[in-house]
């Protein structure tokens, strides 16, 4: 308030001070009669400033005596002007022909003084008027906001319910809104990890249910031998009828404690798999994994006349190699226990599948196909031969390649069954 008068006074004088320097300069050197033709026009281009044109001695030439009407406006415009700010400035400068002219020029403009007198009469009303607005802009805002915030509170007690679809209102790019967004965000994430939650809890559940199974399966494999095995022992013990042959019996309770201690050796495998699993992956040439592990199994082919045939192709993939080739051996083991005599058994490796495939002696229909993964689980077959297995092969092979993320398949392929784990989805 105080300021703006005074610049403005300033600069509406450097303004006219300008002009008549221009109008000085442009005379300066000019004819006599030129000077009095321009004087004229520069009289009228530049209303607020008053010309007159006076010789070295003070003679005046513009406007002469004669001039009645330039000096009754000129008259006019400083009585009727109402100027509070008024000035002169006088520039000698030469005609053409050498003679000496003063350049005399009179300003006046109505300065800003009065207003800030105005100004200063009416601040306190006009502070007042501020802080009264301020107040009122404050409080419109304030009860805006709290309307908002009182928004998300609700929305967030609603939240506790943990339903979908709920979230809060977010309206412009201020804190709120900002504190909104934030709270759909949080509200999001938290759906999304309780429902991982839940999916990790059937998980354990369904884990835990197979463990129980497992236990209790494993119970009664061990309870039939381990009484078998009992009643052999007391038999002897008590030389009961042929059990007075302690030699053959001892040797049959060799062969079923043999027998029992391959199927702990399994059952442990089985029970630490989860923790052997959790080692980090490597990535391995399959092909060169592989080749490692076949050489006792060529001269098996070759003892059993087997016709054993391997392609294999490098192949890349990320495996625990260490259960990867347990697998590998309990598939080879199995189609070697089960081939036919002289029959063909294959190995076949590329860049999506790893097969293998043996001439069996006895193929399973369907439902057997199925049963096969089942823990300790051998067909009529199986249980027939003399190295006839746990029955707990197939089901390590089924916990490690599901526990790698890998797809695999046992099928009848003609006179042939056929293992198969896929490195890709088999639907893609």
Known sequence: AYVMPIYYNQAKQLELKKDYVTIVKELDGQSKESLLSNFKKYDQRYPNILLNLLTSSGEAVYPSASDK???AQSQHYLEKGNFDQIGSWSKLITSSDGEKYIVQA??????LSGVSQVLVTFYPFILLALI?????VAYIYSHLSTKRIKAISQTARQMQLMEEGISCQVSGQDEIAILAQDVN?????????IEELRAENVKRAAREEEQADFLRITAHELKTPIASMLGLVEGMIYNVGEFKDHETYLKKCRDILQEQSQLVCSILEATNLDLSLKVKQERVDLKELIEQYLTPYEALAKVHSYQFIVNLEPVWVSLNSTYFVKAIKNLLDNAFRYTKEGGAIRVSLTEHYLRIENQAEHLPDKEELDKLFLPFYRPDFSRAKEDGGTGVGLYLVKQILEKQGFCYRLEQEKEFLQFTIWFVDPLD
Do not use: V
Request: glycine fraction near 4%; proline fraction near 0%.
């Open 185 to 193: 965000y949080l509200y999001s994430k938290l759906l999304t990890s």
């Open 132 to 136: 009264l607005l301020s107040t009122l």
């Open 106 to 111: 009179e300003y006046g403009f109505q300065s």
């Open 69 to 71: 009407e330039i000096i």
